[in-house]
């Protein structure tokens, strides 16, 4: 063992001496109430400081594996008596990690059986460590907390190399379009937590100083035009104000399509020659550089909109229901309502999951943990304490359960799209096609390339493609 191991770094030193404690104690080689080696045998064992062994006793114990005597070692619990500890790797930055961490808390307070420890995990943390099993440092964690977004990259391949499916009690509970965001191959392969719609954020001071009508659901888009262009204000070479701001975030732009009933597939065809596609997009342009009604496209500042918007330089943006909870220091008072378009039922949304991960060996306990996220109790929680919308029916239509005072009187604003409301999930192309299409629409942006121009280039590309 010891030449085996003086070939090693420290990180894999120490991640030895981990399995090497784990296989002992869970294989009742070392059975309960048995002294485990003694630090000092363990650190030459091990070629380790006595303060790694001491690192790596403390993750036992923390784990409820071991306890330790003050002045006489560590002893091995009995695993009856032992809890079962599942990391939760949780998205950061995230609206809503205070809120779950504090459930959590809760969970553990009452839970004897099961024992939670979250992790939080930069995004770009998390992306990384999907090739190493999601393993965060020297953990691997057995449940992720993830976006629909990032779940939708990371499950285009191989889905089940990254995540358990699920067999939830209450998935019927659940919106569909939720459900769906969360779906490959007919496996829900993560649980969804809250929804959060992009809707139409507006000023309402700016409105009323301009003599404007609020903005309306039923509103044509030259309707929305014409706000737009009465609310912009030019001093000269100068704009004091923008009357609307388009982001070009793939969190955003897609609703465009979707509200003018536009389409990326059809059948087997990618990117048809759909009028309806063309023109919202082109509409989304024309704002910027034909009507100069919004902000030219900025390629590294997809929050550039709502940042104007919080500084009382634009009347209208496009935002989700989390991004309100900014709205906490603004002295204004503002809106939010469908962003207006020929189909009046459908809409764009975000989604928050939790998944097991396929290397999670206590499936039962994890699932577990997910049913308690998805309760009643623990969904009223997650309404009131951030702007996001619960995917439990019963409790995002509930009246009598508070939201999120950030949230506005727009809240229930949800209601008109809870059904037919599409992720990126459901526009039938791979990640690595939407990807390609996002990067091309870059160049509509910027205006140096047209629409037919870019589907010309990716129906190209794509029918190349094995």
């Known amino acids: ?51 790694s062994v001491r690192k790596a006793l403390s993750e036992l114990a923390e784990a409820g594996l071991i306890r330790t005597l003050h002045g ?13 500890t599942l990391h939760l790797s949780w998205y950061t930055p995230s609206y809503e990690y205070e809120a779950v961490s504090r459930l959590i808390d809760r969970f553990n307070r009452t839970q004897t059986r099961i024992r939670v420890e979250m992790i939080p995990t930069p995004n770009g943390a998390l992306k990384a460590s ?46 569909a379009p939720c459900l769906r965001a969360f779906t490959v191959n007919e496996k829900l392969l993560a649980a969804p937590l809250t929804f959060t719609p992009i809707m139409l954020v507006y000023n309402k001071s700016m409105f009323d100083h301009a003599g404007l009508a609020y903005p309306d659901a039923s509103w044509t888009w030259d309707e929305l035009l014409a706000a737009a262009s009465s609310l ?14 388009l982001s070009s975030s793939y969190n955003r732009w897609p609703l465009f399509v979707l509200q003018n009933g536009g389409v990326f597939r059809r059948g087997d065809k990618l990117l048809p020659d759909e009028p309806a596609t063309k023109e919202a997009l082109q509409f989304a342009v024309d704002l910027m550089y034909k009507h100069k009604v919004s902000p030219i496209f900025s390629t590294d500042n997809f929050r550039l909109g709502e940042m104007l918007f919080l500084r009382e330089k634009v009347a209208m943006i496009l935002t989700s229901y989390l991004f309100l909870e900014e709205f906490r220091d603004i002295e204004f008072d503002w809106d939010l309502v469908r962003f207006p378009g020929r189909v009046a039922d459908t809409g764009y949304s975000l989604a928050t999951g939790i998944g097991i991960s396929s290397h999670c060996e206590q499936v039962e306990e994890a699932t577990e943990v997910i049913e308690y996220l998805l309760s009643e109790e623990a969904q009223r929680f ?33 209601e008109s799209i809870k059904d037919k409301a599409q992720t990126v999930i459901d526009f039938g ?26 589907w010309g ?8 493609e094995p």
């Open 1 to 51: 063992m010891t030449r085996e191991v003086s070939r090693t770094t420290f990180r894999e030193r120490y991640h030895i001496l981990l399995q090497h404690l784990h296989k002992k104690i869970k294989s009742g080689e070392w059975p309960p109430d048995t002294y485990i080696p003694a630090e000092n045998d363990l650190a030459q064992q091990f070629q380790l400081s006595r303060p």
């Open 72 to 84: 006489k070692g560590s002893l091995v619990n009995d695993p009856e008596q032992r809890p079962a």
């Open 130 to 175: 999907a090739r190493d099993g999601f393993r965060i440092g020297h953990t691997q964690p057995d449940l992720i907390g993830i976006s629909n977004t990032s779940f939708f990259q990371f499950t285009g391949e191989e889905p089940d190399n990254w995540f358990r499916p699920l067999q939830l009690e209450s998935a019927r509970e659940l919106y």
């Open 232 to 245: 912009t204000r030019h001093e000269g070479d100068h704009v004091e104000q923008y009357g609307f701001s």
């Open 382 to 414: 997650l309404k009131q304490h951030g702007c996001s919308v619960p995917s439990r029916k019963t409790v995002a239509e509930d009246r009598s359960a508070p939201h999120h005072p950030k949230a506005g009187p727009g809240y229930y604003m949800f």
């Open 429 to 454: 192309l791979t990640s690595l096609q939407f990807n390609a299409l996002n990067r091309e629409l870059g160049l509509v942006w910027a205006n140096v390339a047209s629409l037919d121009e870019v």
């Open 457 to 464: 280039t990716l129906r190209t590309k794509w029918a190349e």
